[in-house]
């Protein structure tokens, strides 16, 4: 597979069992989806020499109980001292973050960083991993996804030259969404933003 470009045969066998499970789990949609994301995810690895087999575990497994109920979120919550905050609480839809992060360590032992990025896709997180921002990216611009919100053309060229700027653009994005929908922003978008936005800041003072 030439999308994988350097994943190792072993990690390849264990994503062919993941996508056997995730084809009961998932909607063909949603499967397809996941398979881009695995595929950008790989290639933004190679680019930024982040470990391309973290990459693709965390790309092909990141939604893998997005279709769950919000009954079987809370009762996996409940049975795994799993915490949601208020804002996962109102907002199921975010609830598969955390969940996703859980399942991929009972199920196939995944690591803590793939964890952590499956963890912080929806709501970032203003210490994330690079592995991480590749995720929460890689989600957002896969190859198969449209927008009519947002210039995601940009951004996939914007992701080959710098995480950090691609992430804030799609938090950008994301806020302004918000705010015109009169929407609740998760106070973490704008963490993530600020950290971010002072970090090139302050690299950009340096080099002059
Ligand atoms: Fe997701
Ligand atoms: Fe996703």
């Known amino acids: 597979m030439e999308k994988l470009d350097n994943v190792s045969k072993e990690t390849l066998d264990l ?73 996962e609480l109102e907002n199921e839809k975010l609830m598969h973050a955390k969940v996703g992060a859980w399942y991929v360590k009972e199920h196939y032992g995944l690591d803590e960083e793939i964890q952590d990025a499956i963890r912080l896709h929806t709501v970032t997180d203003p210490n994330m991993s690079d592995l991480a921002k590749i995720i929460f990216i890689s989600d957002k611009i896969e190859e198969s996804r449209k927008s009519d919100n947002f210039d995601i053309e940009y951004e996939r060229k914007l992701s080959k030259e710098s995480l950090d700027r691609t992430i ?27 950290y971010l936005l002072k970090k090139i800041k302050s690299t950009e003072d340096n080099e002059i």
């Not at 084809?23 to 989806?33: A, D, I, Q, V």
């Not at 998760?186 to 993530?192: D, E, K, R, S, Y």
């Open 15 to 87: 994503i062919s069992n993941i996508e056997k499970d995730m084809e009961k789990m998932l909607s063909s949609f949603r499967l397809n989806h996941s398979k881009y994301v695995m595929y950008k995810a790989v290639e933004l690895a190679n680019i930024y020499g982040v470990d391309v087999n973290k990459a693709a575990l965390a790309g092909i497994a990141h939604d893998i109980v997005k279709e769950f109920s919000r009954e079987q979120y809370m009762q996996i919550a409940k049975d795994n001292n799993i915490e949601f905050d208020e804002f």
């Open 168 to 194: 804030i653009a799609i938090l950008d994005n994301n806020i302004k969404y918000m705010i015109s929908e009169s929407k609740v922003i998760h106070p973490n978008a704008i963490l993530t933003r600020n």
